[in-house]
C-alpha cells in the first residue's frame, strides 16, 4: 500500500467512524423499535452487518447501506450486538494478553529470586569426624566433602580440640596448586568450634580437591572436597 492509498484508508475510516456514531446515535433516541421488519427485506445479512461493525467492509461499499440502517430496526439491533461483541472480543484478547504478561513476569520474578539465592547459598560442612592427617590428606576411605559451586558462605564445624581464633583455608587441585585462598575467626558455639568464612568457587571445575585449613601460623590439615 502506497502513501495515497493509505491516506484514502485512513479517511475513509474517519467516515466510517462518522456514519456509525450517527447510526448509534438515531439508536440512543429510542428509534430502535420504530422501523419494525420482521420479514427482514432488504436487509444485507449478518456477515455484511459484521464486516461493517468490523471495518472490513470498504466505506464505499458499506455508504448505500447507511439509509438502510436508519430505517431497519432488526438490522440496527443486529449491527449493536455485533459492535458489543466484537469489542468484549478485543477487550478478551487485551486482557488475556496482559494476564500472560503478568505471568511471564511473575515467573521472571520467581526465577531471578530462585537464582539469586542459588549465587548466595551457603553450605555447612561437619568435619568433626575426619579423621585427617596433619599436613597430610585425610585417609582415603572417608567419602569427599560435598561443595556447590554457587557457595557463597561456608560454615566448618571444626574437630573437637580444635582452637578458636584466626584461621586461613585453601581449595586445592590434586597436583596441590592452591586455587583459593580465604580466611576467617573460628569461635566456640554450643560446645562445637566453628569456622564462618566466605567462599567462592565459581571459576573451579566439577571435580574432587583439597580443602586445606590451619590455625594461623600452624600446620595444614587438608579434607578431600567434591565440587559439583
Given at each position: 500500500?502506497?502513501?495515497e492509498?493509505?491516506?484514502?484508508?485512513l479517511?475513509?475510516?474517519?467516515?466510517?467512524?462518522?456514519?456509525?456514531?450517527?447510526i448509534?446515535?438515531?439508536?440512543?433516541?429510542?428509534?430502535?423499535?420504530?422501523?419494525p421488519?420482521?420479514?427482514?427485506?432488504?436487509?444485507?445479512?449478518t456477515?455484511?452487518?459484521?464486516?461493517?461493525?468490523?471495518?472490513?467492509?470498504?466505506?464505499?461499499?458499506?455508504e448505500?447501506?447507511l439509509?438502510?440502517?436508519?430505517?431497519?430496526?432488526?438490522?440496527f439491533?443486529?449491527?449493536t450486538?455485533?459492535?458489543?461483541k466484537l469489542?468484549?472480543?478485543?477487550?478478551?484478547?487485551?486482557?488475556?494478553?496482559?494476564?500472560?504478561?503478568?505471568?511471564?513476569?511473575?515467573?521472571w520474578?520467581?526465577?531471578?529470586?530462585?537464582?539469586?539465592?542459588?549465587?548466595?547459598?551457603?553450605?555447612?560442612?561437619?568435619?568433626?569426624?575426619?579423621a585427617?592427617?596433619?599436613?597430610?590428606?585425610?585417609p582415603?576411605?572417608?567419602?569427599?566433602l560435598e561443595?556447590?559451586?554457587?557457595?557463597?558462605?561456608?560454615?566448618?564445624?571444626?574437630?573437637?580440640?580444635?582452637?578458636?581464633?584466626?584461621?586461613?583455608?585453601?581449595m586445592?587441585?590434586?597436583?596441590?596448586?592452591?586455587?583459593?585462598?580465604?580466611?576467617g575467626?573460628?569461635?566456640l558455639?554450643?560446645?562445637?568450634?566453628?569456622?564462618?568464612?566466605?567462599?567462592?568457587?565459581a571459576?573451579?571445575?566439577?571435580g574432587?580437591?583439597?580443602?586445606?585449613?590451619?590455625?594461623?601460623?600452624?600446620?595444614w590439615?587438608?579434607?578431600?572436597?567434591?565440587?559439583?
Amino acid at each position: 500500500m502506497n502513501k495515497e492509498q493509505a491516506d484514502q484508508s485512513l479517511r475513509d475510516q474517519k467516515q466510517f467512524g462518522k456514519e456509525e456514531k450517527r447510526i448509534l446515535g438515531v439508536l440512543s433516541q429510542g428509534l430502535a423499535g420504530e422501523f419494525p421488519n420482521p420479514k427482514r427485506v432488504g436487509c444485507p445479512g449478518t456477515v455484511f452487518l459484521e464486516g461493517m461493525a468490523s471495518h472490513q467492509i470498504p466505506l464505499s461499499e458499506a455508504e448505500k447501506w447507511l439509509d438502510h440502517l436508519g430505517s431497519c430496526s432488526p438490522c440496527f439491533l443486529e449491527f449493536t450486538a455485533i459492535r458489543k461483541k466484537l469489542r468484549k472480543r478485543r477487550w478478551f484478547r487485551l486482557g488475556g494478553g496482559l494476564v500472560v504478561g503478568l505471568v511471564a513476569l511473575a515467573l521472571w520474578i520467581a526465577l531471578r529470586s530462585h537464582s539469586d539465592v542459588g549465587r548466595d547459598q551457603t553450605a555447612i560442612l561437619d568435619v568433626r569426624g575426619y579423621a585427617a592427617e596433619r599436613g597430610g590428606e585425610s585417609p582415603s576411605n572417608q567419602p569427599p566433602l560435598e561443595l556447590g559451586r554457587n557457595t557463597r558462605h561456608l560454615v566448618l564445624y571444626l574437630p573437637i580440640g580444635s582452637r578458636q581464633g584466626s584461621y586461613d583455608l585453601v581449595m586445592l587441585n590434586q597436583i596441590g596448586n592452591e586455587l583459593f585462598h580465604g580466611g576467617g575467626i573460628a569461635q566456640l558455639e554450643n560446645h562445637v568450634v566453628v569456622l564462618r568464612t566466605d567462599i567462592d568457587l565459581a571459576d573451579l571445575p566439577a571435580g574432587l580437591y583439597s580443602l586445606g585449613l590451619r590455625p594461623r601460623g600452624f600446620q595444614w590439615t587438608r579434607f578431600p572436597v567434591r565440587v559439583f
